[in-house]
């Protein structure tokens, strides 16, 4: 074998090795920035002057602040077990350790595709800029962006997913093939009323988004100020809303630029989570508290998944069925032959077998194309053929054939999708001699039951 290819500090490729094919598509592979940049300004809420500094970072870093105006330099995942308070922006932290607003350089971050990133600061919050994205938007072309050789980390939204809060905010979580957000915002009494529905790529983040600046209705500005927040708002850096007037140093830069500032704070409070997203949000009423909760479901999924990833445990000794031996006791072959392997039997009347779902199964090609999902049907023929092994054991000949009399109380609680391992389970709980049969079925994935139904045979000579 050949010598691992080499790679700098930060895990960029060679141009040769990103180019031959040997790499996903830039899309798919992880960026950091092309090299160091920064700028200096004044917080929102502590009114103090802090230097922020954007610094690539190697493949599966993540983003990580650092404070450099503390002892040691400690640094802080910006992931969502670190979030500390939503009170109007977004707080992380690790120990005593704090970083205050970070939702708009984590917006920028994301949608611009950095996936990896050091941001130094040299105080507890970064600048507030003009109250946008845009100055963070700036600073990441102006540091460019390089791919990287590690594959980036997705979450699919598989199935669909809700928060709603005692505020009134709703967050719906659709699957999608892309990153898309759908929201409305409402202030009291139904002001300003706001609707957008778009796609977030960083050319439409560049665009449509990231010039949105944060707003206040006049009504909260006095009790924000009582909670020693907002020191340094200004209308430089923020929008006022005093009943039907806007309040601004220079006209809004879109009709809608509420709601565009609402989808920006979602897009950086769901990059704690860790992962790209490819799913449909759904927004109405949002705000950082209902952001922080989706960002929390989300991130147990991924946990979720990744115990699902992790080999099932064969157990050791006899007892189970390699492929060949399944296939001298059933009669099925591809590409209906739905048993991988007998991960073993438990005394007489239980046995338990696995498939493997890949995306080269060949009903994928015709069963929902762009959103494939294992026919319910096959998943009852899968538990079939595993009854039928232990029924050919008991009676100990493979020598017949068994045939459905019947199938009751199926139920399919949960889809299945390409890339899990389905976990079939089949218990005798009525036998009439050699000649009928009865059996409770199941399958599973991850420990979760996807569905069941309870399977009656007959056994015929062949």
């Known amino acids: 074998m050949g010598a691992a290819p080499k790679r700098n500090a930060a895990g960029l490729a060679p141009k040769s090795l990103l180019l031959n094919g040997a790499m996903p598509s830039a899309s798919e592979q992880q960026h950091t920035l092309g090299k160091t940049a920064g700028f200096s300004g ?83 919050e970064p600048p507030i800029g003009d109250g946008s994205a845009q100055p963070y938007v700036d600073l990441i072309k102006k540091a460019g962006t390089a791919a990287q050789e590690a594959p980036r980390k997705f979450l699919d939204v598989r199935e669909p997913m809700h928060i709603e809060s005692k505020t009134g905010s709703l967050l719906i979580l659709l699957p999608d093939d892309n990153f898309r957000i759908s929201c409305t915002q409402a202030g009291p009494n139904n002001r300003f009323t706001q ?89 109405v009423k949002p705000g950082h508290g209902a952001n922080a909760e989706l960002a929390r ?51 007489e009347t239980k046995v338990t077998g696995l498939k493997a779902v890949t995306i080269n199964e060949p009903f994928f090609q015709g069963h929902f194309p762009g959103h494939p999902v294992m026919p319910g049907v096959l998943q009852i023929e899968a538990m079939a053929q595993v009854a039928s092994i232990l029924l050919f054991k008991l009676t100990k000949t493979s020598s017949r054939v068994g045939y459905f009399m019947s199938a009751d109380g199926v139920k399919f609680r949960k889809p299945v999708f390409p890339g899990d391992t389905l976990i079939i389970q089949a218990e005798l709980t009525k036998a009439r001699g050699e000649r009928l049969a009865k059996t409770m079925c199941r399958c599973l994935v991850n420990g979760a039951v996807v569905s069941e139904g309870e399977l009656m045979f007959a056994f015929l000579n062949k």
Request: net charge negative; charged share 25%; no cysteine.
């Open 297 to 347: 479901a989300l991130a147990r999924e991924q946990t979720r998944r990744s115990a699902m990833a992790a080999p099932h445990p064969f157990p050791p000794g006899e007892g189970g069925l390699a492929s060949d031996e399944v296939m001298q006791i059933l009669p099925h072959r591809y590409p209906f032959l739905l048993v991988d392997r007998i991960i073993g039997f438990e005394g």
């Open 195 to 283: 609707y957008l529905s778009t796609e977030i790529t960083p050319a439409i983040f560049e665009r449509e988004i990231a010039p949105a600046r944060t707003f206040v209705f006049y009504e909260d500005v006095q009790p924000l100020m009582d909670k020693n927040l907002i020191k340094g708002g200004s209308l430089e850096n923020a929008i006022v809303i005093r009943g039907d007037a806007v309040l601004s140093k220079e006209p809004l830069r879109f009709a809608d630029e509420f709601v565009r500032h609402k989808i920006l704070d979602i897009i950086g409070d769901l990059a704690l989570v860790g992962h790209r997203i490819r799913g449909h949000v759904i927004a």
């Open 42 to 124: 004044t917080s929102l809420h502590t009114g103090e002057k802090v230097t922020l500094k954007l610094h690539p970072a190697p493949a599966d870093h993540g983003i990580k602040f650092k404070r450099a105006d503390l002892q040691d330099e400690p640094t802080i995942d910006a992931k969502i077990d670190n979030l500390k308070t939503v009170e109007r922006s977004t707080t992380i932290g690790e120990g005593s350790v704090r970083v205050h607003t970070v939702e708009h350089v984590l917006s920028a971050l994301s949608a611009m595709g950095v996936d990896n990133a050091i941001v130094e600061m040299d105080a507890n």
